[in-house]
């Protein structure tokens, strides 16, 4: 039996739990979407957010799909290289580059460094000098635009650490002059992640109108404005919602933004290609009975997939072996915290150990978050396209 979106329980005896299971058809099937829905405008380009899931195996299917990628550390770097894609199509952000990473980028010729201070753009001109190389730059900007999500995934307010200032802005275009080894093509922006309020790229859209207007007047030429990721899913029903709306996205900028001529716009999402596509599964270790409440102990923990217990994130838990009666359960693994919890109150079908739990949504930020805390294994990857 496959069950879809989740996994194929009659050959689960041969592999060891927990393990991230990935519907690549899925995955390839949301890829199409982003594609005929970005292409409807000729200027656009998607890059992938590697941070969100750097899986190779995956980074494989987005590659073919001829997606750019987007990156925020030379770890990240090697594996979009490793995977295939190709440097002109890489861009690379990141509140804090080593130099390392910076000469990284260079050798390579990557696309474009979204830079975000100026002792980050000197250091990024002194190591292209030594390289006899230009450096492509878009300014990374803190729009100050709020959005509607989680406060740890915002990143566009003024308080958070990301972006130059617009108070700064003319300051900063005035030393990139000096530095002559860079060239500025564009600007960045990344208002936050897990967005479904399209007026929150409204907001973003303004207030990038108003900033092109300013620098039209002080006479910058901008090749591409790159508007960062942050489209998110339906985490409460996956099943219906397998694959985010990426029209309604993609026209909101179409309507709002005023490109200038000969401009393109990039976009940057992660969770909104990879999460649907993944579960976590797990296999039911006990069930314990406490004084008011019944637990159902399971062999994953917040080692495996950290977003219940870091961001108190919603996962959908199903049991997927029993057809058994709800009954209410709280889902907790087997970590020595007290946050190592996936669910309080939750219905499963009755629940008896050794049965399999899929935790739904978990193909961003999950594997690529996974810890060895208390010396615990990575969890192993397995794909749908291998079963069938
Ligand atoms: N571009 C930049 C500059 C970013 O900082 C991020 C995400 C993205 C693109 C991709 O955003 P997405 O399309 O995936 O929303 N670990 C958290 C999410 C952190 C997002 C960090 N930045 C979570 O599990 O919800």
Same mark, same amino acid.
């Given at each position: 039996?496959?069950?879809?979106?989740?996994? @194929?329980?009659?050959?689960?005896?041969?592999?060891?739990?927990?393990?991230?299971?990935?519907?690549?058809?899925?995955?390839?099937?949301? =890829?199409?979407?982003?594609?005929?829905?970005?292409?409807?405008?000729?200027?656009?380009?998607?890059?992938?957010?590697?941070?969100?899931?750097?899986?190779?195996?995956?980074?494989?299917?987005?590659?073919?799909?001829?997606?750019?990628?987007?990156?925020?550390?030379?770890?990240?770097?090697?594996?979009?290289?490793?995977? $295939?894609?190709?440097?002109?199509?890489?861009?690379?952000?990141?509140?804090?580059?080593?130099?390392?990473?910076?000469?990284?980028?260079?050798?390579?010729?990557?696309?474009?460094?979204?830079?975000?201070?100026?002792?980050?753009?000197?250091?990024?001109?002194?190591?292209?000098?030594?390289?006899?190389?230009?450096?492509?730059?878009?300014?990374?900007?803190? @729009?100050?635009?709020?959005?509607?999500?989680?406060?740890?995934?915002?990143?566009?307010?003024?308080?958070?650490?990301? $972006?130059?200032?617009?108070?700064?802005?003319?300051?900063?275009?005035?030393?990139?002059?000096?530095?002559?080894?860079?060239?500025?093509?564009?600007?960045?922006?990344?208002? $936050?992640?897990?967005?479904?309020?399209?007026?929150?790229?409204?907001?973003?859209?303004?207030?990038?109108?108003?900033?092109?207007? !300013?620098?039209?007047?002080?006479?910058?030429? =901008?090749?591409?404005?790159?508007?960062?990721?942050?489209? $998110?899913?339906?985490?409460? !029903?996956?099943?219906?919602?397998?694959?985010?709306?990426?029209?309604?996205?993609?026209?909101?900028?179409?309507?709002?933004?005023?490109?200038?001529?000969?401009?393109?716009?990039?976009?940057?999402?992660?969770?909104?290609?990879?999460?649907?596509?993944?579960?976590?599964?797990?296999?039911?270790?006990?069930?314990?009975?406490?004084?008011?409440?019944?637990?159902?102990?399971?062999?994953?923990?917040?080692?495996? =997939?950290?977003?219940?217990?870091?961001? !108190?994130?919603?996962?959908?838990?199903?049991?997927?072996?029993?057809?058994?009666?709800?009954?209410?359960?709280?889902?907790?693994?087997?970590?020595?915290?007290?946050?190592?919890?996936?669910?309080?109150?939750?219905?499963?079908?009755?629940?008896?150990?050794?049965?399999?739990?899929?935790?739904?949504?978990?193909?961003?930020?999950?594997?690529?978050?996974?810890?060895?805390?208390?010396?615990?294994?990575?969890?192993?990857?397995?794909?749908?396209?291998?079963?069938?």
């Amino acid at each position: 039996m496959i069950t879809k979106g989740t996994f @194929p329980t009659d050959i689960l005896e041969e592999f060891r739990t927990p393990l991230y299971y990935y519907n690549t058809e899925l995955l390839r099937d949301t =890829l199409d979407v982003v594609n005929n829905e970005s292409k409807k405008y000729d200027h656009y380009h998607v890059h992938y957010a590697i941070k969100a899931n750097a899986n190779n195996n995956l980074l494989k299917i987005v590659r073919e799909s001829g997606l750019g990628v987007d990156c925020v550390s030379g770890g990240e770097i090697q594996a979009a290289l490793k995977a $295939g894609f190709s440097s002109d199509k890489i861009v690379f952000a990141g509140v804090g580059k080593s130099d390392w990473e910076i000469n990284l980028g260079l050798d390579n010729n990557i696309f474009c460094f979204n830079a975000e201070s100026i002792p980050e753009l000197e250091v990024i001109n002194e190591l292209a000098i030594a390289k006899g190389k230009t450096a492509a730059i878009a300014l990374r900007i803190n @729009p100050n635009v709020a959005a509607n999500t989680h406060h740890y995934i915002t990143t566009g307010l003024k308080e958070n650490k990301f $972006g130059i200032d617009l108070s700064h802005l003319d300051h900063v275009i005035d030393v990139m002059t000096t530095l002559k080894n860079l060239k500025l093509i564009g600007l960045h922006f990344h208002i $936050g992640s897990q967005i479904l309020d399209m007026s929150d790229f409204e907001a973003l859209c303004a207030r990038i109108n108003e900033l092109q207007d !300013q620098l039209d007047a002080k006479g910058v030429k =901008l090749e591409l404005i790159n508007v960062g990721g942050g489209l $998110g899913i339906d985490y409460e !029903q996956p099943d219906q919602n397998p694959i985010p709306n990426f029209a309604p996205y993609f026209e909101t900028f179409h309507k709002n933004l005023k490109m200038r001529a000969g401009q393109s716009l990039h976009f940057e999402l992660g969770r909104s290609i990879i999460c649907q596509c993944g579960s976590l599964i797990t296999k039911v270790l006990y069930v314990k009975e406490g004084v008011n409440k019944k637990f159902a102990i399971v062999d994953a923990g917040m080692t495996d =997939l950290i977003r219940p217990a870091l961001y !108190q994130a919603y996962h959908k838990i199903e049991n997927i072996t029993s057809e058994a009666e709800a009954e209410v359960y709280d889902v907790v693994g087997p970590i020595c915290e007290s946050s190592d919890i996936f669910g309080k109150d939750i219905e499963l079908n009755k629940t008896k150990r050794g049965d399999i739990i899929a935790l739904r949504s978990a193909g961003a930020y999950g594997e690529i978050m996974a810890s060895q805390y208390n010396c615990r294994t990575l969890p192993a990857a397995y794909y749908s396209e291998d079963f069938l």
